[in-house]
C-alpha cells in the first residue's frame, strides 16, 4: 500500500474517527440543553438587575449551570475526544458567601465555561449537519440505483441536480462509495478536531496559565511552610512553658525550700532533696519528649522502620506497619512522612474509637507514598482542628498532597504522597 492511499484511508484505521462522530451526534442535543439552560438564566438575570437582591440568586444558579457544562463537556472531551483539558476555574476562597459570589462573578475561566455553553448549539449543529451530509448523503448516492426507478417520474432530485436510472445513478453510486470510503471519515475527524479546538479555548487553561498555577503554587508552598514554622515554634514554646518550665521553677523551688531545713530539720530536708531529685526526672524526661517531638534521634539514626515501630508500640490502639522504603528519602521528606503518620496514628487515638489501624509506607521511584487507615467511626475533616491542617502544611510546602477520605461512620484512610527525589 502506497503511502499515499494510507493516508488517504487513515480515519478507518483509528478508533478515534468513530469517538469523534459519537462526540459530534451528541454535540446538538446537548448545544440545545445548554443554550436554553444559560439564555434564561442569562436573561432573568439581567431582567432582575433592576432588583439587584433577586438578581443575586439567579445570578449564583447561571454559574452553577455553566460550572456543570464545563465539568461534562470537559469529561465528554476524554472520552471521545482523548483530550485531557485541566480545569483552568479557580477554587473559591474561604469566606462568606458574598465573596464566594464575587469570586465567581470576576472568574474568567467560568464565563468562558458559559461561553462555551452558548457557542455549543451553533458548533453542534455545524457539526451534525456536515457529518450528517458526509454520510448520510454518501449512502444515499450508493443505494440510489436500488431505488431510483421506484420515485415518482423515476428520478432523485438533489437540489439543481436530477438523476435517472441507468448511467446516471451509476456514477453518483460511485461517488457514493468515494464518499463513504474519504469524505465522510475525513469530515468526520475534522469536525472532531474543530470541537476540540472550540473546547481548548474556551474549556482549557489560556497559553501561559501553567507558569502562573506552578508560581501560585509555589507561593502556596511558601505560605504554608511559614505558617507550619510558626506553628511548630508556638507549639515547642507552649510545651516548654507548660512542662519542663514549670518542672524546673517547682524544682528550684523545692531545693531553696531544702536548704533552708537542712539545717534544722534535716529529715524533711532529705525529703525535699529527694522529691527535687524526681522533679528533676521528670523535667528531663519532658524535655527528652519535646527533643524527640521536634526530630527524633532514631529517625536520624536508623530510619523510618525503626522509628515508626516505636510510635507504633507506643499506640494505644493496635496498628500493622508495613515499611517498604529500601533507600532512605531526604531528611525532610522523612521527618514528615514521620510527623504525618505519628499525628494520624494520635488521631485514630483519641477520634476515631477504632479497633485496629494499618499503616503503610512504599516508595515509588522518586515518590514517597505513605497511607494510615482505621477502622474507626470516620468524620474526620482537616478543618475542624484535628491536627490534619498542620499536616497538609507540612506536607504541601515539600511540595506534595495529602488527601483524606473519612464518611460519617468509617472508615477513615488518609494518603499521603511526597516527593523524594534525590
Not at 473559591?92 to 458574598?98: D, I
Not at 448523503?137 to 441507468?166: C, I, N, Q, R
Not at 508552598?221 to 507549639?235: L, N
Request: a neutral charge; charged letters at 20%; hydrophobic letters at 50%.
Amino acid at each position: 500500500m502506497t503511502p499515499v492511499l494510507r493516508r488517504l484511508i487513515d480515519p478507518w484505521r483509528h478508533a478515534s474517527t468513530w469517538w469523534a462522530l459519537g462526540h459530534s451526534a451528541l454535540s446538538l442535543p446537548l448545544g440545545v440543553v445548554a443554550f436554553v439552560v444559560v439564555v434564561t438564566l442569562a436573561a432573568t438575570s439581567v431582567g432582575l438587575l433592576i432588583t439587584f437582591p433577586l438578581a443575586i440568586p439567579v445570578v449564583w444558579l447561571l454559574f452553577v449551570a455553566g460550572r456543570a457544562i464545563g465539568r461534562l463537556e470537559r469529561a465528554r472531551a476524554a472520552a471521545l475526544l482523548d483530550m485531557a483539558l485541566p480545569d483552568p476555574v479557580r477554587p473559591l476562597p474561604e469566606g462568606s458567601w458574598w465573596s464566594h459570589w464575587k469570586a465567581r462573578f470576576r472568574d474568567r475561566a467560568r464565563w468562558k465555561e458559559l461561553a462555551h455553553g452558548l457557542v455549543l448549539l451553533p458548533l453542534g449543529l455545524l457539526t451534525a449537519l456536515v457529518v450528517m451530509l458526509a454520510w448520510g448523503g454518501s449512502a444515499a448516492f450508493v443505494a440510489l440505483p436500488l431505488y431510483v426507478d421506484h420515485l415518482p417520474g423515476g428520478t432523485a432530485k438533489f437540489w439543481l441536480l436530477e438523476v435517472g436510472g441507468g448511467p446516471g445513478a451509476l456514477v453518483l453510486a460511485v461517488v457514493g462509495v468515494v464518499g463513504l470510503a474519504l469524505v465522510a471519515p475525513w469530515a468526520t475527524v475534522l469536525m472532531g478536531r474543530l470541537s476540540a479546538v472550540e473546547a481548548r479555548w474556551l474549556l482549557g487553561p489560556r497559553p501561559g496559565s501553567d507558569l502562573e498555577a506552578r508560581v501560585t503554587e509555589l507561593e502556596t508552598s511558601r505560605t504554608a511552610a511559614v505558617d507550619s514554622a510558626e506553628a511548630e515554634r508556638r507549639r515547642i514554646e507552649r510545651d516548654l512553658h507548660d512542662g519542663a518550665q514549670q518542672r524546673l521553677v517547682a524544682l528550684a523551688v523545692t531545693l531553696g525550700e531544702a536548704r533552708e531545713r537542712m539545717g534544722d530539720d534535716p529529715e524533711a530536708g532529705r525529703e525535699l532533696v529527694e522529691q527535687s531529685h524526681e522533679e528533676a526526672k521528670a523535667a528531663l524526661k519532658e524535655i527528652r519528649d519535646l527533643v524527640r517531638g521536634i526530630h527524633p534521634v532514631i529517625l536520624e539514626d536508623r530510619g523510618l522502620d525503626a522509628a515508626l515501630s516505636a510510635v507504633v508500640a507506643r499506640s494505644p490502639v493496635p496498628v500493622e506497619l508495613d515499611v517498604q522504603v529500601a533507600v532512605r528519602p531526604p531528611a525532610p521528606v522523612e521527618s514528615a512522612a514521620y510527623f504525618v503518620v505519628a499525628e494520624a496514628l494520635t488521631n485514630v487515638a483519641r477520634h476515631a474509637d477504632a479497633t485496629r489501624a494499618w499503616v503503610t509506607l512504599a516508595r515509588q521511584s522518586d515518590r514517597l507514598l505513605v497511607e494510615v487507615r482505621d477502622d474507626g467511626r470516620g468524620g474526620a475533616d482537616p478543618a475542624a482542628g484535628t491536627g490534619l491542617a498542620g499536616l497538609r502544611d507540612r506536607v504541601t510546602a515539600l511540595g506534595g498532597w495529602m488527601h483524606v477520605v473519612s464518611p460519617t461512620g468509617g472508615p477513615t484512610t488518609l494518603t499521603v504522597e511526597l516527593p523524594c527525589g534525590s
